[in-house]
Nanobody
Framework: QVQLVESGGGSVQAGGSLGLSCAAS????????MSWFRQPPGKEREGVAT???????DYADSVKGRFTVSQDNSKNTLYLQMNSLKSEDTAMYYC????????????????????WGQGTQVTVSS
């Protein structure tokens, strides 16, 4: 079992930046595929960014060029750097993990993930 704890959420003005972290416990993240999801108020949860064991990444079209996902296996931590934030980025952000092989392609399908954090709120004001 892997427990995930997000941090770094808060309020920021449109055009600003914010960095999120997801700390994993019990097992190192080197054996997992990791992703960020978000859920705007009143809307369904959606995939934001993902990274597989080979370091390959994929992003939702709405955040490409603005968000960057990365991980530090030595710290068991997943990161999401968010730049040029927009009001539509306002959401509860969640990290998720699933055991995967090193050949697994990156996936933003929420149904693929076994472990979820409690979320951290990001609010972008205009």
């Amino acid at each position: 079992q892997v427990q995930l704890v997000e941090s770094g959420g808060g309020s920021v003005q449109a055009g600003g930046s914010l960095g999120l972290s997801c700390a994993a416990s019990d097992r190192a993240i080197s054996k997992y595929c990791m992703s960020w999801f978000r859920q705007p108020p009143g809307k369904e949860r959606e995939g934001v960014a993902t990274i597989n064991r080979r370091g390959e990444t994929d992003y939702a079209d709405s955040v490409k060029g603005r968000f960057t996902v990365s991980q530090d296996n030595s710290k068991n931590t997943l990161y999401l750097q968010m730049n040029s934030l927009k009001s539509e980025d306002t959401a509860m952000y969640y990290c998720a993990a699933v055991p995967c092989s090193e050949w697994f392609a990156p996936s933003l399908n929420s149904r693929s993930y076994w472990y979820w954090g409690q979320g951290t709120q990001v609010t972008v004001s205009s």
